[in-house]
Nanobody, 126 residues
């Protein structure tokens, strides 16, 4: 079993940056996908982005392209979410999740995730 630990959320002013991370522990192997979702109280869940471990292929939701970057350090079993140019619309709870696949249907993979991090709150003040 793989456990995910998300951290690195917080409060930031509009235009600022945050870099949450998602650390995997347990029975990790080299070939798995980690990605992020977010949920705000007044908006539908969004599958933001994901990255595979083997070839490093990625998927980005259009609304975060150019502002968010996902990367991973396989030696540390950790995935990073670099978020720049944050706005109030980015305020949400961010969840990392583990899957066996990454692609443009990432949001629809929600119910098939293998494991979840506990969520980290990101609040952007305007």
């Amino acid at each position: 079993d793989v456990q995910l630990q998300a951290s690195g959320g917080g409060l930031v002013q509009a235009g600022g940056s945050l870099r949450p991370s998602c650390a995997a522990s347990g029975s990790t192997d080299d070939d798995y996908v980690i990605g992020w979702f977010r949920q705000a109280p007044t908006r539908a869940r969004e599958g933001l982005l994901c990255i595979s471990s083997s070839e490093g292929s990625t998927y980005y939701l259009d609304s975060v392209k150019g502002r968010f970057t996902i990367s991973r350090d396989n030696a540390k079993n950790t995935v990073y979410l670099q978020m720049n140019s944050l706005s109030a619309e980015d305020t949400a709870v961010y969840y990392c999740a583990r899957s066996g696949r990454c692609g443009s249907a990432w949001n629809s993979f929600y119910y098939g995730m293998h494991s979840w991090g506990q969520g980290t709150q990101v609040t952007v003040s305007s």
